[in-house]
């Protein structure tokens, strides 16, 4: 299914930001990816990310404010991905599920990891194959001026 714009979180505690480590069940792929997911009736994009964060990180946040918007990939399930930074108001980040696809005992988010915006080389290896989050990742360190140092 291929859905216009995808809304995602950029939830940055303690310099670090929460990415979600995905299975693609059709593809079998293991990437790294921002919390997020597509607009449901009546949603304002805010409500949006918020609902999308809770179910994948049973974390409650609050939108700070709109950070930038790029193109998906070319193969990707989006035209365009909407990114907002987040803050956490409350729970402990653990992995959820995406309602859309998960089921059969399967579960798409195997974990989550908090990638220190503040010290790039600590960061997983795995990132440096996935040009898109690889890319945002950078985008929002740049955003909020974590790339001054390098």
Known sequence: MNRTIRYQAAIVQDDHL???KVHDRP???IFWLFPGGGREPGETEEQCVEREVLEETHLRVEVIRFLFEAPDIPEG???RLRTYLCRVR???ARPGCEPEVDGDGHQTIQELGWFDLRQRETW???LDEENITYQLLQRVRAELGFMKND
């Open 77 to 79: 399930s989006y035209n």
């Open 18 to 20: 929460l990415l979600l």
């Open 27 to 29: 593809t079998g792929e």
């Open 90 to 92: 409350e729970g402990a």
């Open 124 to 126: 997983d290896a795995m």
